[in-house]
C-alpha cells in the first residue's frame, strides 16, 4: 500500500461521518488545471479524488481535462451475501467521509473506488466509466487497508481488507464482479499498510509483498514476495525485495520500489526498479518523492513527489515515467491542488 491509502486508513479508523447537502446525478463540473505536455493523454482516462470542504469528492474525465465531471454516489446496488442493508450504511455523498485509492479496470470500461462511511469501516464500490451503474463490490462491514487491483480480464478485483476490529488482521480478498462472490485467499492476516499486490497474467492468482524486516542500518524495509492461486494455495519464495513496495510486475520478477540510497546516506529517496530476489536494478528517479502507481501494461507509472522548487508548499508533481530506463519522463499532470489521489488509464494499454 503507498503512503496515500495509509492516509485514508488513518482518516477512516478515527474519524464519524458528517452530513453534506443531498446528492444529484452526474453534472458537468468546471474543469481544473489539469494541462499535460502530451498531446496523446487527451485520449486517456483521469480519476481524482478531490478535497471540497469537508468531504472527498470523485472527478473522471480525460487526462487533459475536457469532458471532467464530478461522479454522485446514489442507487448504489450490493449483491453481495451478508452486507450490511443499505438503510444501516447508505452510500450516498453525504455519507461518504472519505474516498480513495481508485483504479481503472484494464479494459477502461471501470473504476473502481474505496469510500468509507464510518469509524473502523470502508468498501470498493465499481461503477461505469462515466460514473453510473454503480455497485459495492466487497463486505462492508470492515475497514479496506489497501490498493484495489484488477485481474487482467477486467472480472475479477482483489483487496486486503481486515477481519478484526480496529483494523487488524488484514488479509487478502478477491471478488468475482460476475458472479457476485467474494472469496478470501490468506489467512494469516499479517498485510500491512505498506503491502503491495497484483494480479498474475492469467489471472490466475496474485503476486504479493509481506514484510520481513529491515536492511542493515535499518534504513529501508525487507519484503518477501509471495503467491497465492485463487483456490487459496500459497507459494511462499526466498526471494526478496529492499525499499517500499509501490508496484509488482505481473509475472512476479520485478517490482517498483522507493528507498534511501544506502550508498551515500543523501536526504533525496530513489524510484528503482528492482529485479525479485537481487540482481539487476535500474534507478528510475530520485528527489522529495511520495509515492508511485505502476500503470496497466508494466510499461509506465505515475510518479507523485512534492514540488522540487518548495517542497513545504504542499503542491505536488505527478510525472509519467517510463519503467525500463533513468529519467525516461513521458509527461506531466496538472492535477488539482485539491486532490489527494489520482488513477490514470493510458489509451495504449487498453
Known amino acids: 500500500m503507498h503512503v496515500r491509502s495509509w492516509s485514508y486508513a488513518v482518516t477512516a479508523a478515527l474519524a464519524l461521518a458528517a452530513c453534506a447537502e443531498p446528492a444529484t446525478a452526474p453534472h458537468a463540473a468546471t474543469p481544473a488545471s489539469l494541462a499535460v505536455n502530451d498531446v496523446a493523454l487527451r485520449r486517456d482516462r483521469l480519476a481524482t479524488i478531490e478535497v471540497e470542504g469537508r468531504f472527498p469528492a470523485l472527478y473522471i474525465g480525460t487526462a487533459d481535462g475536457k469532458e471532467r465531471v464530478r461522479v454522485r454516489f446514489e442507487n448504489v446496488r450490493d449483491r453481495i451475501a451478508g452486507n450490511y442493508p443499505a438503510e444501516y450504511l447508505p452510500v450516498r455523498d453525504e455519507t461518504i467521509f472519505a474516498m480513495g485509492p481508485a483504479k481503472w479496470s484494464p479494459d477502461g470500461q471501470q473504476l473502481a473506488v474505496v469510500v468509507t462511511l464510518g469509524f473502523d469501516q470502508s468498501q470498493v464500490v465499481v461503477m461505469n466509466a462515466d460514473g453510473r451503474n454503480m455497485r459495492t463490490v466487497s463486505p462492508n462491514g470492515q475497514i479496506i487497508l489497501g490498493d484495489v487491483d484488477w485481474s487482467p480480464d477486467s472480472r475479477r478485483i482483489a483487496y486486503s481488507m481486515s477481519t478484526e476490529p480496529n483494523a487488524r488482521h488484514v488479509d487478502l480478498f478477491v471478488t468475482d464482479l460476475v458472479k457476485d462472490e467474494v472469496r478470501r485467499l490468506t489467512t494469516k492476516g499479517l498485510f500491512s499498510v505498506w503491502d503491495e499486490y497484483r494480479w498474475d497474467a492469467a489471472g490466475a492468482g496474485v503476486f504479493f509483498t509481506e514484510f520481513e524486516g529491515w536492511t542493515d542500518g535499518g534504513a529501508n524495509r525487507l519484503s518477501r514476495v509471495n503467491y497465492v492461486s485463487l483456490a487459496g494455495e500459497l507459494t511462499g ?114
Open 237 to 350: 519464495t526466498a526471494r526478496q525485495i529492499a525499499g517500499d513496495p509501490q508496484g509488482l510486475a505481473r509475472d512476479g520478477s520485478w517490482a517498483i520500489v522507493t528507498r534511501w540510497p544506502a550508498r551515500d546516506g543523501g536526504t533525496a529517496r530513489e524510484l528503482a526498479r528492482v529485479r525479485v530476489g537481487g540482481g539487476e536494478e535500474t534507478v528510475l528517479a530520485s528527489g522529495d518523492l511520495l509515492y508511485a502507481e505502476l500503470l496497466e501494461g508494466d510499461r509506465e507509472l505515475v510518479l507523485v513527489a512534492s514540488d522540487a522548487a518548495d517542497p513545504w508548499s504542499g503542491v505536488r508533481q505527478y510525472r509519467v515515467f517510463g519503467t525500463g530506463a533513468p529519467d525516461d519522463v513521458r509527461a506531466t499532470l496538472a492535477v488539482p491542488a485539491s486532490a489527494s489521489s489520482m488513477a490514470l488509464l493510458r489509451a495504449a494499454a487498453r
